[in-house]
């Protein structure tokens, strides 16, 4: 069953009602930004929510993990009204409403894993070029890892980012 999707406003008027908020991010993005009241439930935990008759709004950060994912988030919210907010929470900011944005959290580990990866190739490539054609293997190399997390879902150089210094502030 297909959940409805809620505009900004609508999905305001069930949380004021009620209705429980559900942020389907992983933690590292909730903690650098989040609509206030919301409770952080990664889709990997996510059948923890709890099953009782309160309505369930499901976000995320465009709309379209939620959507992706709505046969498991109905499953998830049980015979309780669950509903998706229509384009996350970069449509709820954009009607007005407020966001928690603490910047001084670091940025999305897969944020930093594609900036990293695009570095890393593109500097492959432009040592490759203009130095020696050696270097062209470290392109390959990213770009086997990013197959490799692609097909198994899990990433090593996200792995290596969590453990650096400068993310040790996400929240847990």
């Known amino acids: 069953m297909p959940l409805k999707q809620l505009s900004p406003s609508d999905a305001r008027a069930r949380i004021d009602a009620g209705a429980r908020l559900v942020d ?17 439930l990664p889709l990997e935990r996510i059948d923890d929510l709890p099953r009782d008759e309160c309505a369930v709004v499901f976000h995320c950060r465009s709309g ?10 109905a499953a998830a919210a049980g015979e309780a009204p669950a509903f998706l907010l229509d384009g996350g929470i970069n449509a709820w900011r954009r009607a007005g409403h407020p966001t ?14 594609q900036i990293a ?8 490539v432009l040592l490759g070029l203009f130095v020696a054609p050696g270097f062209l293997g470290v392109s390959a190399f990213v770009g086997a890892g990013l197959v490799l997390a692609g097909a198994t879902g899990w990433c ?17």
């Open 24 to 40: 389907i991010r992983n933690a590292d993005e909730h903690a650098r930004e989040h609509i206030p009241g919301a409770i952080n």
């Open 64 to 73: 379209a993990r939620t959507s992706a994912n709505a046969v498991r988030l």
């Open 100 to 113: 928690f944005a603490d910047r001084s959290q670091p940025m999305e580990i897969m944020r930093q894993v």
């Open 117 to 124: 990866a695009g570095v890393l190739v593109l500097a492959g």
């Open 156 to 172: 090593g150089m996200a792995r290596l980012l969590r453990v650096m210094p400068w993310n040790r502030r996400t929240a847990a």
